[in-house]
């Protein structure tokens, strides 16, 4: 599994935001609704969409912010953009359920501010067999089912570039990303589009589907039964997201360290549930 550094972004414009980030660091700090600042809160509201990033948090991460004093509340979404949107309005500090290029997406269309603080071990996207059960059964005018989403769709059509059942455009755009980017289709392949969400409980209807690793999960499949993993990158790695103006927040700084600790590398290393995810260089043991 390739291992790198830290979240990167893939555009001017991501970059724009974390110096945008980085410049609000010495702006006032404001109240919430117990008085204190919002730099020195000690309850932490996080916001997770379904995945294994939830467990992931409660057993590895939440008992090291306790341990520093904070109390950790959490809350379940199921739309991409809603949770987002709740972060920029205060209603969560935090989410962990998107990428960079996602949350890039989501800002643009939103106009929000939400920046990555922290990148965390995810599950790469995968492929399945659904009618079919290996790729050599793959035949003219098999169905794959894909997401519906540009970013993650984009990661799918790569999944299927490199089994060469596709070739993309060469100026293709992750933000995007269309079915009008498959240049070449040798097996004339029938796309179907789909919500992240469906996939699995539709693997039986199409002849293979190309699934979100954190859906792969809650769905109940395995990594290890996949017919071809995702060589994910940094750039579609599950980040942390707080609003910029909490970057430099004290409880920001500690959800980041505890992301980055001795304690969680040993809790990741520890369960076998997390073979074959993509883990961050600060992790690395």
């Not at 990303?177 to 097996?187: C, G, I, R, Y």
């Not at 060589?231 to 103006?245: G, P, R």
Request: hydrophobic content about 40%.
């Amino acid at each position: 599994m390739r291992r790198t550094s830290r979240v990167i972004a893939l555009s001017a414009t991501t970059a724009l935001v974390a110096v945008l980030a980085a410049g609000c660091s010495s702006a006032p700090s404001t109240s919430t609704d117990d008085g204190s600042t919002a730099s020195d809160k000690k309850t932490i509201t996080i916001g997770f969409n379904p995945g294994p990033y939830l467990e992931m948090f409660t057993e590895g991460i939440e008992p090291i912010l306790e341990d520093e004093g904070y109390t950790v509340e959490t809350k379940d979404f199921t739309d991409g953009v809603i949770v987002n949107v709740a972060l920029s309005d205060g209603e969560i500090d935090a989410n962990i359920m998107q990428h960079p290029v996602y949350l890039e997406a989501i800002n643009q269309q939103e106009g929000l501010s939400n920046a990555a603080l922290v990148q965390v071990p995810g599950p790469p996207m995968a492929l399945f067999g659904g009618k079919k059960a290996t790729l050599d059964e793959v035949g003219n005018g098999s169905t794959v089912a894909v997401p519906n989403q540009p970013a993650n769709q984009y990661r799918a059509l790569r999944v299927l570039e490199s089994i060469d059942w596709v070739t993309l455009s060469d100026d293709i755009d992750p933000a995007t990303t269309s079915l009008a980017d498959v240049v070449e289709n040798p097996h004339d392949l029938s796309f179907v589009e789909m919500e992240n969400a469906q996939q699995v409980p539709a693997l039986a209807d199409v002849d293979y589907s190309v699934i979100q690793g954190n859906f792969v999960v809650s769905g109940g499949l395995k990594l290890t039964d996949a017919l071809q993993l995702e060589d994910l990158t940094d750039e579609f790695s599950v980040v942390v997201a707080v609003d910029e103006k909490n970057l430099d927040s004290d409880w920001a700084k500690a959800i980041e360290a505890a992301y980055e600790s001795d304690a969680f590398a040993d809790y990741i290393a520890s369960n076998s549930q997390y073979d074959g995810y993509h883990l961050p260089a600060a992790l690395e043991r």
